[in-house]
């Protein structure tokens, strides 16, 4: 699609110089006003659309979207921004929630951690997660039971209890015990959604 965009683009170019120079000025000026009008629509469309993705495609062996979340500290109150990606592999992603289920899914996932004045920004991944049991579905959501291992400031804790919950096809929870994580991430599950910024509008990250 865009290279059709490009080539149609230097068709008009190349008729414009056309007529300017083989038609007299009477008859140049309101057509190169309606091309070079349709040019600049034209260019204003691929910048606005053919650049635009899907962040995850139907069909495909997996999900990644955004975590983007506020977190709770010990004492219930919000103190954490979170802010990261994840991704989940081996996994039919074929557009109908209640059948993306996988026995064996591949879950990893990197946040930032920044309290809310601004300071004390650090880093967590979560990987190696192992599924208990089977995927439950209930309505539009599918919860996956397991382990994982977390890294925290004294390094990898493994063996987390972690439960990963897809809402819809839009959203998705995290929660890891908070015994095993010294309460780091709070009384609430991380939120994210099934959508990267970064990929289905690029031109903001570039």
């Known amino acids: 699609m865009y290279m059709e965009f ?3 683009k230097v068709y008009i170019y190349y008729v414009i110089f056309s007529i300017l120079m083989n038609t007299t000025k009477s008859i140049t000026i309101p ?3 309606v091309l070079a009008g349709l040019l600049l629509t ?15 495609i139907s069909n495909s062996n997996s999900l990644k979207g955004a975590l983007t ?3 709770n500290d010990k004492d219930g109150k919000p103190a954490w921004i979170v802010s990261g990606v994840f991704k989940i ?4 992603n074929n557009g109908n929630n209640n059948n993306n289920t996988s026995t064996s899914p591949i879950l990893n996932a990197t946040f930032y951690m920044i309290k809310l004045d601004g300071t004390s920004k650090h880093t967590h991944t979560v990987s190696d997660f192992k599924i208990t049991g089977k995927p439950q579905t209930s309505g539009n959501s599918t919860t996956f ?3 994982s291992t977390v890294t925290m400031k004294e390094g990898p804790v493994t063996n987390v209890p972690t439960s990963i919950k897809l809402l819809d096809n839009s959203a998705i929870t ?5 015994t095993k994580v010294e309460n780091h991430f709070g009384n ?5 959604t099934h959508h990267l910024i970064c990929v289905e509008k690029p031109q903001l990250c570039a």
Do not use: C, H, K, V
């Open 188 to 192: 609430t599950p991380i939120y994210g």
């Open 89 to 92: 592999g081996n996994y039919s």
């Open 6 to 8: 490009e080539f149609l």
């Open 174 to 178: 995290m929660w890891f015990d908070p």
């Open 145 to 147: 039971n397991g382990t």
């Open 31 to 33: 057509i190169f006003i």
């Open 42 to 56: 034209m260019t204003s469309f691929s910048s606005r659309n053919i650049f635009a993705a899907e962040t995850n």
């Open 69 to 71: 979340s506020l977190q």
